[in-house]
């Protein structure tokens, strides 16, 4: 479990770095379920590195992972930073083909969605790593930071945390924090696992409805299969009780 210090971190900077939270036994096996899964979405093809691809709801399509995301290491963190009754958000398995300039994923103060990642390559701010600008989740500095493009600063020189990483490291991380990535090679593997604090209020139901259709979007755009619903049913309708209590919501709502 956490420290008090590392909880105090993530809400003063927005993210937590957690080394070597996967051995490097566990970390293979999740590096080829990765590669498995990505291959198989794109029906046995070689990744082109042409396109960014995308696979929604990796996570939810493997026992292997369904079971990475009911571990300590994972749910319970999750559950101290974002407190009981949080639910599941979705799950992404990204291969990045060039830069990615700075961006929040989306502006939601209100009701703060978090990141949890696991970058599959070793990485560095040289080839690509995900950098993060610490304490950007918050005003007045998210909104300060909107006009990014305007900065005379190229985006590789704006000062930050350059989250260089091994496989097995994980990065928890507010969803307002400003983050990038610059320099790295076509094909830099990515698996994200995402979460939301329990909905207190309408807005908050709505920011659930809107991501959902955000995330059937990005389908469309970014992956090979289409399977017009974000979730799995073996997800949904998992054996697990940590998994089927933080994703009862989705059902509740009738999105699946």
């Known amino acids: 479990m956490i420290t008090d210090e590392q909880i105090a971190f993530f809400q003063a900077f927005g993210y937590l770095v957690v080394r070597q939270a996967f051995n490097?036994?566990?970390?293979?096996?999740?590096?080829?379920?990765?590669?498995?899964?990505?291959?198989?979405?794109?029906?046995?093809q070689p990744f082109d590195g042409e396109k960014r691809q995308s696979l929604y709801s990796i996570a939810e399509l493997s026992p292997l992972l369904t079971?990475?995301?009911?571990?300590?290491?994972?749910?319970?963190?999750?559950?101290?930073?974002?407190?009981?009754?949080?639910?599941?958000l979705c799950s992404e398995g990204q291969l990045y083909v060039e830069d990615t300039e700075w961006h929040p994923d989306g502006t939601r103060l209100d009701c703060r969605p978090m990141k949890v990642s696991l970058y599959l390559d070793s990485l560095t701010a040289e080839t690509g790593c995900l950098r993060l600008i610490p304490g950007s989740h918050q005003p007045p500095l998210h909104e300060a930071l909107k006009p990014m493009t305007q900065f005379a600063l190229p985006g590789e020189e704006i000062p930050c945390f350059p989250f260089e990483s091994q496989p097995g490291d994980v990065c928890f991380m507010d969803m307002n924090v400003w983050h990038a990535s610059f320099g790295g090679g076509r094909g830099r593997r990515h698996m994200a696992v995402n979460f939301v604090p329990e909905p207190q209020t309408d807005a908050d139901i709505e920011m659930?409805?809107?991501?959902?259709?955000?995330?059937?979007?990005?389908?469309?755009?970014?992956?090979?299969?289409?399977?017009?619903?974000?979730?799995?049913?073996?997800?949904?309708?998992?054996?697990?009780?940590?998994?089927?209590?933080?994703?009862?919501k989705w059902l509740e709502l009738g999105l699946t």
């Open 67 to 88: 079971d990475m995301v009911a571990d300590d290491r994972i749910y319970g963190t999750v559950e101290t930073l974002l407190g009981d009754g949080f639910l599941w």
């Open 208 to 248: 659930l409805k809107w991501n959902h259709g955000v995330v059937l979007e990005a389908i469309e755009g970014y992956q090979f299969s289409q399977p017009q619903r974000v979730f799995t049913d073996r997800f949904l309708y998992s054996e697990n009780p940590r998994v089927r209590r933080m994703s009862a």
């Open 24 to 44: 490097r036994q566990e970390a293979d096996a999740i590096v080829r379920e990765f590669d498995r899964l990505m291959t198989s979405d794109r029906q046995g």
